[in-house]
């Protein structure tokens, strides 16, 4: 992700801010939209029905793969031509 740093008269206008918000440059042409930072607005804007504490739960107990071994398995089975 890469980060912008905000003269201050912007940081107070985006910490004033209780929902998402549409950016626009000097011209009104939307450049991007602003997400509040904590987790718990995030998920009430995907409008999630998990919590953050269910989410974090379940982060920890995936068991995938790394996509080297699924990708090694995948040419095993379908060896390209």
């Excluded at 068991?63 to 090694?72: A, R, T, Y």
Aim: no cysteine; aromatic share 4%.
């Amino acid at each position: 992700m890469t980060s912008i740093t905000l003269d201050s008269a912007a940081v107070s206008a985006f910490a004033a801010l209780r929902d998402h918000a549409q950016v626009l440059d000097p011209s009104g042409q939307v450049i991007g939209v602003f997400l509040p930072t904590t987790p718990t607005d995030i998920l009430k804007i995907l409008n999630s029905p998990h919590t953050h504490e269910e989410l974090e739960r379940r982060a920890q107990m995936w068991e995938g793969k790394p996509l080297s071994e699924i990708l090694e398995r995948l040419n095993r089975e379908y060896p390209a031509n």
